[in-house]
């Protein structure tokens, strides 16, 4: 495993003694100079990320946000193994990424969820497929997280019979389901109304915190990412450019009604709403 | 103590909406057969007085009653009775079940190869369109000549008709498979049959579906025309029987018969889709 030198996160390291998943860390992911230009129907191309640096540390939580048409979904498709860059290299763990991979789990907008398939069918796919190792030990973890989840005893529903949350919910387990290092979220909760997504914040923070996965998350919603973020990075539409990288120094776990007013939070807000405009 | 009161009155309340909704529904079901058994009554009776009124001889259009006996003649048979339905249904029906079934697999194959693989698209849907706007029964002629007048030639013509609605049905319904649910799949490096196996297969399952139910009908009909062109036995020959001797009464029974049988088959696969594909439609997420 290479370490970059540049990782943001390093200067964190034994500063905050007492922060769990900050004595952890350690560069997992290593985008650099990353370029993705996507051909239009009408012939010219579009740039979609500029020579975009990104490091995240093991264990972090690292939110994405930026205008529509910022490149960000592209960054993670990237991620992904779903799109390859056109300049650039990315890795995980310090193997290059040039397909999907097992240490990769992804969770899209829409839960996505097979509606032929069961709950527990739906969660055991990733199991199922594309060679995967099934282990008595991944099952218990998955039936742990289904547990964890709020999803005890909808096994053996199908998911039209769950509410859209459960849904998501379920998406996630799926996502996590080969215990992949990293785990990519494509505005996950967008769908949702924002009560629901308020009690889906805080759900992933406790499965996150549960399960000390590395996350990268994109949102749209200022409030989002800085409940959820270690980190946020801002994002530049056309071409696609990371403008600044903002830490969120609050304690966790983080409570919601705690954070309206925190000065912190309101700091943050201000900026992160003053670069996107 | 009052808000024990409050829950049990809120109970009773619904079980009394759900009650009056179950009812509502049934009164509708009542509603509607009653609807449809009076619009058959209707139907018989303007045939009825329109034969007595305008005195339509028996030979053009037969008098409902007539028609009523000529079916019950050959259902209060023996059923190895030469005279009966059943040996002539059995005969249509084996042979058209079987061309279904040669046709539905021929064209849920074809029609998944058109979909996985886009140079199997481009070689064969110029004979796919041309043989589809081509009316078959045209073929059946040729189809007799080289399958000659036995079973062959009706299961191929079944097997030809149903073989269609199959194969654009598979082909449009694979296409239509979620993006979203096919990258989820690349997501997890799942092989091509895999992805096809768990992901297209399931999601083409409606068009798969309509298409049998299209498939069965045109495997009857294909058989019938087969058998129209030369056959020993079969419905299509019980017909061709009765118009010999100007039976009309007898044609119109067999018509009977064969529609019975077409909506019978028709309501088969209806349920088999309802039990087997439950969650289409419902919840998109």
């Known amino acids: 495993m290479t370490f970059a030198v540049d990782a943001p996160t390093a200067a964190g390291i034994g500063a ?46 690292v939110c994405l946000v930026g205008p529509s048409g910022c490149g960000k979904t592209t960054l993670l498709r990237l991620l ?3 799109d390859t860059s056109d300049h650039g290299t990315s890795s995980l763990a310090g193997k290059a990424l040039n397909g999907p991979s097992e240490e990769v789990g992804v969770v899209f907008q829409q839960a996505n969820l097979l509606p032929w398939f069961t709950v527990m069918e739906n969660v055991l796919l990733p199991l199922r497929v594309g060679g995967a190792r099934k282990t008595e030990q991944l099952i218990d973890q998955i039936k742990a997280l289904l547990k964890v989840a709020g999803l005890e005893g909808f096994e053996n529903k199908y998911p039209y019979e769950l509410s859209g949350g459960m849904q998501q919910r379920a998406a996630i387990v799926r996502a996590l389901a080969r215990d992949p290092q990293l785990l990519l979220m494509d505005e996950p ?17 406790r499965i996150w915190m549960a399960s000390g996965k590395t996350v990268v998350l994109i949102t749209h919603s200022i409030d989002e990412a800085i409940f959820l973020g270690d980190r946020i990075i801002v994002m530049s539409p056309r071409p696609g450019r990371i403008v600044r990288e903002l830490k969120v120094d609050l304690p966790r776990p983080r409570v919601a009604t705690e954070m309206l007013g925190n000065e912190t939070h309101t700091a943050l807000a201000r900026e992160i709403r003053m670069l996107l405009e | 103590m009052t808000d024990i009161r409050t ?18 529904r049934r009164n509708v079901r009542f509603r509607n057969i009653g609807i449809g058994f009076a619009g058959f009554l209707t139907l018989i009776l303007v045939w009825k007085l329109s034969v007595n009124l305008l005195n339509v001889p028996s030979y053009i259009l037969p008098a409902p009653e007539q028609v009523v006996v000529a079916l019950w ?39 998944s190869l058109m979909a996985e693989f886009r140079a199997v698209e481009t070689a064969l849907m110029p004979y796919a369109f041309a043989l589809q706007s081509l009316p078959k029964v ?27 609605p199959m194969m654009v049905n598979t082909f449009a319904g694979m296409r239509a498979a979620e993006v979203e649910r096919i990258e989820l799949m690349k997501v997890l490096s799942a092989s091509r049959l ?3 196996r768990l992901v297209k297969l399931p999601s083409a399952a409606p068009y798969i579906f309509a298409g049998l139910d299209m498939g069965i009908v045109y495997a009857l009909l294909g058989t019938i025309v087969a058998e129209f062109l030369g056959a020993q036995e079969g419905m299509g020959v019980a017909i ?10 007898g044609v119109f029974a067999a018509l009977v018969v064969l529609g019975i049988t077409g909506i019978l088959l028709h309501l088969i696969v209806r349920r088999v889709e309802r039990s087997l594909i439950h969650w289409a439609d419902r919840g998109k997420r």
């Open chain 2, 73 to 111: 003649s050959g259902i209060a048979v023996p059923v190895s009775s030469p005279l009966g339905w059943y040996l002539p249904l059995w005969s249509t029906m084996s042979n058209a079940l079987a061309g279904f079934l040669i046709g539905a697999l021929l064209g849920l194959f074809f029609g």
């Open chain 1, 16 to 61: 905050a003694a007492g922060a769990k998943m900050q004595t952890a860390r350690s560069p997992l992911i290593a985008v650099k100079d990353v370029v993705k230009i996507y051909p239009t129907v009408a012939g010219e191309a579009v740039l979609a990320l500029d020579h975009v640096n990104l490091n995240v540390g093991e264990g972090e939580f």
């Open chain 2, 194 to 196: 895999e992805t096809y």
């Open chain 2, 240 to 249: 061709t029987k009765a118009q010999a001797v100007t039976d009309v009464a």
């Open chain 1, 80 to 82: 992904a193994g779903l």
């Open chain 2, 7 to 24: 829950e049990s009155n809120a109970m009773e309340m619904i079980a009394i909406s759900s009650a009056a909704e179950k009812n509502r």
């Open chain 1, 189 to 205: 909760f967008g769908a949702l109304d924002a009560l629901t997504r308020e009690r889906m914040n805080a759900e992933l923070q």
């Open chain 2, 138 to 164: 045209a073929i059946a002629p040729l189809i007799v000549i080289w399958c000659g007048f036995g079973d062959g030639s009706k299961i191929a013509m079944a097997a030809l008709l149903a073989f269609f």
